[in-house]
């Protein structure tokens, strides 16, 4: 997908860095591949993303496959090296919300990894055997996530809260806007040459060929909108350089100002933020300060005049209940199974109630 307007920093292969949220694009329609995401099922995805893996092959088969349209845009062998890796991330983080409650995704720098692993050096005929077979593996893994797992929730680390259903509409997008880049995007930078069958095949049917849900091709969008759109440092929209919208992890900045945060891809206030990040030591903190204040509890002199039965359980009860404390703190730390950890919180609340009840009896 194409960089972000505001630059904040330049990487060591010349790309400039992204500073904004991609999250829009769960909300409406992309002005320039024209992909309306919010719109996608999660029975569209396993095919959406199959129907954008066969364009890859025929791109790296370019003799410029190495040459990038500008120093600030990425090569089609980068933008494709880009795509494999893609896969693998989604990957794992379908793999994340399916098996944990509210996982924190690792974070990914895009521009990093691209240094690191030094896509422009890399052998086209191997990164298209192994973006095939990833992007097949994604597409297999989305065939068996059933309509009960599309609404289990997973973090960014930026604080962004996706569901199993706005991370696949996240990632179609950002395989067809991929496809844009290389093609119709590819064409702004060189004079309308792109290999236009493939391009036209990419932005506009490749973007409808998921169950038909983008209708405008990229151009069809920037003629009704009068031209291409212009954001507020004056360059024009959201592909003039680099790789995509999955390097800002840590962007937070909305497109424009009358942007719409998705429901289901909204920001975390600040202290929950946190707890979520440092989830393993906020969690193992409290559950040891509920246990000793069990402990507590449990050898301090009774309180209360209350005798027999009664007696017995507001003498213990209080001393269970912070236990209870203890186990919930503990088991969210862990990422125990959220079944685990919302039924020690009912047996706690049970508890307390059970306290007030025979206290004030």
């Known amino acids: 997908m194409g960089r972000a307007s505001t630059v904040v920093s330049v990487s060591e292969n010349g790309i400039t860095g992204d500073d904004k949220d991609w999250t829009w694009v769960l909300d409406r329609r992309c002005p320039e591949c024209g992909l309306d995401a919010g719109a996608i099922t999660l029975a569209d995805v396993p095919g959406a993303i199959r129907a954008q893996i066969p364009l890859w092959p025929e ?62 050096e890399l052998e086209p005929h191997d990164v298209s ?88 091709s990229a151009t069809e969008n920037d003629a009704a909108d009068g031209g291409p759109r212009v954001v507020e440092d004056g360059s024009v929209g959201e592909g003039s350089a680099g790789a995509g919208p999955e390097t800002g992890e840590e962007a937070v900045a909305a497109p424009d100002a009358a942007s719409t945060p998705s429901e289901t891809a909204r920001e975390l206030p ?15 903190t409290l559950g040891v300060i509920a246990l000793a204040l069990s402990v507590l509890f449990a050898v301090a002199t009774p309180d209360s005049d209350a005798a027999g039965f009664s007696g017995f359980v507001t003498r213990w009860a209080s001393s269970l209940c912070w236990l209870l404390v203890s186990g919930v703190a503990v088991s969210w730390a862990l990422r125990a199974k959220r079944t685990t950890t919302n039924g020690l919180a009912w047996l706690g609340i049970a508890c307390y109630a059970c306290y007030l009840f025979f206290r004030a009896g």
Do not use: C, K
């Open 59 to 120: 791109v790296l088969h370019r003799p410029d496959v190495r040459e990038r349209p500008d120093p600030g845009t990425w090569s089609t062998l980068e933008y494709a090296a880009h795509v494999r890796d893609v896969f693998e991330v989604f990957a794992g983080r379908l793999d994340l919300m399916l098996t944990e409650d509210d996982p924190l995704f690792p974070n990914w720098d895009q521009d990093a990894t691209a240094v690191a692993g030094r896509y422009g």
């Open 129 to 216: 055997l192994e973006l095939q077979r990833r992007g097949a593996s994604l597409a297999s893994d989305f065939d068996a996530v059933t309509p009960e797992q599309a609404t289990r929730s997973g973090l960014r680390s930026n604080g962004s809260v996706f569901t199993v259903l706005t991370l696949a509409q996240y990632l179609i997008h950002d395989l067809v806007h991929h496809a844009w880049d290389v093609t119709q995007g590819r064409a702004g930078h060189e004079g309308g040459d792109a290999g236009a069958g493939v391009g036209a095949r990419a932005a506009g049917p490749s973007a409808q060929s998921v169950a038909g849900l983008a209708a405008v």
């Open 270 to 284: 600040p202290i929950q933020r946190f707890a979520h990040e440092h989830r393993l030591a906020v969690g193992l």
